[in-house]
């Protein structure tokens, strides 16, 4: 492996971009908070590369595609950047997938911070909300 291939320790777990060593035998209580560590970034970066991608296209334009470099493709940086920026950060719920999220982008900021709340609070799954939403959007395009 390349020694400037990026990693993390978080005590005995070394983080790496496409595994995680352990040192030792940790004892089982430590393993909680990297798991839920490892977890969280799961969730939380669709958001993050979406709203990296749209800042530096606010800030550079057309150039700033090139510092995506390959490692996603196309589709997925245009999905992710799309849906961060028409989800403002205030209307997000981190208790919902970004899929969830994804499945209220196209309407109004007023109507995502509903569909979400109410996806929250009835512990809809992305399907489900997905399927309410385009109800909702047929019964007003009647």
């Not at 799961?42 to 490692?71: K, L, V």
Request: aromatic share 10%; net charge positive; hydrophobic share 40%.
């Amino acid at each position: 492996m390349p020694s400037n291939e990026p990693k993390m320790a978080l005590g005995p777990f070394q983080f790496r971009p496409a595994n995680v060593r352990v040192q030792g035998k940790p004892p089982i209580d430590d393993w909680q908070g990297p798991l839920q560590f490892a977890l969280w970034c799961q969730r939380a970066s669709p958001w993050w590369i979406g709203d990296m991608i749209n800042a530096g296209e606010d800030m550079y334009g057309e150039e700033f595609g090139a510092a995506c470099g390959e490692t996603l493709s196309t589709e997925m940086v245009s999905r992710y950047a799309s849906v961060a920026r028409r989800v403002p950060a205030q209307n997000r719920r981190p208790a919902l997938s970004w899929s969830a999220h994804a499945a209220v982008a196209r309407l109004t900021h007023a109507q995502q911070r509903r569909f979400l709340a109410e996806a929250e609070r009835k512990g809809w799954n992305s399907d489900e909300l997905r399927k309410k939403v385009q109800a909702f959007v047929k019964s007003n395009k009647a």
